[in-house]
Structures are given as structure tokens and as C-alpha cells.
């Protein structure tokens, strides 16, 4: 089945500054790619997703950009802000599969002042 | 639109008893899959339901079990309670309207403690 591996397991940054977290995938098949963030005791949340026939997306300070030659997307997060701490979750999922999301083992970001 | 919900919000079980989940989705949602949330596994996926019919299942035991009513709420329920079955169950519902593929917003979970 499908497997997600996600990069870095911890990332701290400075305010003002940018964030990237990468997640590569192992079935060439997948076709679709949403990010969730999840702050701490609270439901995840979608924050971006980007489908296979597309290669970059934006959404103000968040853009996620795909490499299916590579099998990797990418989330990037300009000028961060304390309130973008919280644990990210990339995922995957393969046309047939219904719904099915796999997930990446998420990135915990935080943002000093 | 209310978001999707979940009762009951925190369980404390223990072992060997059984529990049952709910889940109502978002108004109009007609698919609703369950995961399971845990520090050591991460989210993994337990089953889907669209249309009060199972689509598609993860790997956990037949201890795990669920179903979906014809309002598209949904119910999963876990028997013979383990320890390791201590974990965040969270559900997502998607509309769904071709029987294809959808965005899934997550409910708050439901806090399962097993003693």
C-alpha cells in the first residue's frame, strides 16, 4: 500500500521567517495531496492540497508545490508567525481507494518570537 | 454549516469492555471515514462508509467495526477493549457527489482512555 514519510519531525524557526516541510511518497498511482495542521488538542485542519495534475499552489503564505517524477510535495510557509505553531500533517491518496488518506508522521513547527 | 461532530468527546473503558463512537457529519456530507490517532502510529485510517456501505478498510483487527445510517451519521464501535487501544478517534466527512474523491474536514475526536 501506499507509505508517507515526512521531513523533519521537528522544525523551529524564527518569526518572520520561512518554513518547509517535505513528504515523499511510494505509490506513483496517487493523485491527490492535502496538508492539515493541527494545533494542540484540536481537530485537524486543512490548510492546502494540491491535486496531481497541478504542480504549485498558493494560498497567501502557504504554497505547496508537487514533483511526481520525484514522488514529493512540499509545503512552504513564508513569513511565519507565532500562531502557525502547531503540528502538520501531509497526506496521500490513491484513485480507487474511496477516501482513504495516508499520513505522513507530521511535523512539529514552532515559531520562537 | 455546523462541523462535523462527534459524542461523546472523552471515554475511559476497560479492558475486555466495548465501546461505541459517534459521528455526524456536515449537513449534506454523505461519506464518513474513521482514524485512529495515536503518539507512536500517527493517524491511520480504520474504515470508510459512503452510502450506509463500507468502501474501503485499513488494517486494524475485526475487533474494530462500524456502520453508516441512511442519514449518513455513523457509529464505530471497538470490542474486547485493549490497552494499546487507547488513542484519539477522529472522523472526517466528505461530499461526495459522484462516488469519486473529496476534501475531508475532521471532527474534534473522541478521547478513548482504556484502563
Known amino acids: 500500500g501506499e507509505n508517507v514519510e515526512q521531513h523533519p519531525s521537528t522544525l523551529s524557526v524564527q518569526e518572520g521567517d520561512s518554513a518547509v516541510i517535505k513528504c515523499t511518497y511510494s505509490?506513483?498511482?496517487?493523485?491527490?495531496f492535502p496538508w492539515y495542521k493541527q494545533e494542540l488538542g484540536k481537530r485537524p485542519q486543512l490548510i492546502i492540497d494540491i491535486r496531481s495534475n497541478v504542480g504549485e499552489k498558493k494560498d497567501q503564505r502557504i504554497a505547496v508545490t508537487l514533483n511526481k517524477t520525484a514522488k514529493h510535495f512540499s509545503l512552504h510557509i513564508t513569513e511565519t508567525q507565532p500562531e502557525d505553531s502547531a503540528v502538520y500533517f501531509c497526506a496521500a491518496r490513491v484513485p480507487g481507494g474511496g477516501n482513504k488518506l495516508t499520513f505522513g508522521t507530521g511535523t512539529q513547527l514552532k515559531v520562537e518570537l | 454549516k455546523a462541523g462535523v461532530t462527534q459524542t461523546p468527546r472523552y471515554l475511559i473503558k476497560t479492558r475486555g469492555q466495548q465501546v461505541t463512537l459517534s459521528c455526524s457529519p456536515i449537513s449534506g456530507h454523505r461519506s464518513v471515514s474513521w482514524y485512529q490517532q495515536t503518539p507512536g502510529q500517527g493517524l491511520q485510517f480504520l474504515f470508510e462508509y459512503f452510502s450506509e456501505t463500507q468502501r474501503n478498510k485499513g488494517n486494524f483487527p475485526g475487533r474494530f467495526s462500524g456502520r453508516q445510517f441512511s442519514n449518513s451519521r455513523s457509529e464505530m464501535n471497538v470490542s474486547t477493549l485493549e490497552l494499546g487501544d487507547s488513542a484519539l478517534y477522529l472522523c472526517a466527512s466528505s461530499l461526495i457527489a459522484s462516488g469519486g474523491t473529496d476534501t475531508q474536514y475532521f471532527g474534534p475526536g473522541t478521547r478513548l482512555t482504556v484502563l
Open positions: 505509490d506513483s498511482a496517487s493523485n491527490y
